[in-house]
Each structure stands twice: as C-alpha cells, then as structure tokens.
C-alpha cells in the first residue's frame, strides 16, 4: 500500500481534530467549535466583529469544500474531505480564502491591535489551544520568516499557504491556525 503524500496526510490530520466526536465525518459545527474556541480563550463575545470575521471566513471556506461534495451533502467523510480540499485548494480563489482567513486569526491573535503579534500574544493563543511551551516557541520562530520577534498577517496567510499547497513538511507551522496543536 502507497503512503499518502504529505498534504494528504496533514489534511488527514486535520480532519480527525475536526472529528473530534471520531463519527467518522465532519460538519459546519465541527468548523465552528474552532471558532467558539477562541471565543472563550479570548473571552470576546460572538458578536465581536473579529470573531463574526473568522466565523465568515470559516464558513466560506465550510462552502467551498460543501462545494465539492454530492448535492444535498451536509456532511464530508475523510476522503471527501481530503478530494474537496485538494479541488479547493488549487483552485484561483483558493489565495483569497486562505488570505481571507489568515486576516481573521490574525485580527484575533492581535490584542494589542498594534499589526503585529507579540510572543505573549502568540503564547496566549497557543496556551488554550494546550501547545507546551517549548513547543510555542519553536512554532513562534518557524512562523516568523523575517525574524523581527512578531508574527505579521503576511507570516500568517503564508502559514496558513504552506500548511495547504505544495509543501512536503508534515510539521509546517501553519496547521496551528486550524486547530493543530
């Protein structure tokens, strides 16, 4: 039996965190339970405009996989789920919804609001997501690129890039922003 390629494999990955239930398929409330989660690591309400942001942009993300599954499907197996990545992921809108998405974490993980993420900011999100602490710092360094000691959008959205199109690094940074710890 072939090994799956490292995409596969990571959206493999990604999918059983989704099904946290383990039922074997994943749905709009798996999607949102990421979203409710940093609702309550941040204590802001659902009506906080940084967190209706993330939950559009999770749900355009939920639609474009819905997208590519059979008509009437609420609901994606792992196979549908991994097939309606790839579709989506390659696609031209593809750039948008991940930019789109980046924005959104962003927004959040940016308390400050001071366009950038500090390592205290960054460490906060990674500690109600239970990352260890040497872990966070060496996904704090991964993540950022040009080695200034903050995490930009720009290092987000590639993040978020790298974690879904063409890269072989099963450990790529970026899956952390979807619920990975």
Known sequence: MTRPDPITRRLQRLFTVLDSAGEGFVTWHDHQRIVDRYVTGYGLPKSDPRIRDLERAYWTQWLGLLAQAPP???????????????????????????????????????????????????????????????DAAAIFRRLDLDGDAFISQREVAKSLSAFHLYNDDLTTP????????
Request: hydrophobic content about 45%; charged content about 30%.
């Open 174 to 181: 970026g899956g952390v922003f979807l619920g990975l710890g």
């Open 72 to 134: 009437g499907r609420d609901r994606l197996s792992m196979d549908e789920f991994v097939a309606a990545h790839r579709a989506v992921g390659y696609g031209a809108r593809a750039a948008q919804l991940l930019d789109d998405l980046a924005q959104a974490v962003f927004n959040v993980l940016d308390v400050d609001r001071d366009k950038r993420i500090s390592r205290d900011e960054f460490a906060r999100y990674l500690d109600f997501c239970r990352v260890s602490d040497s």
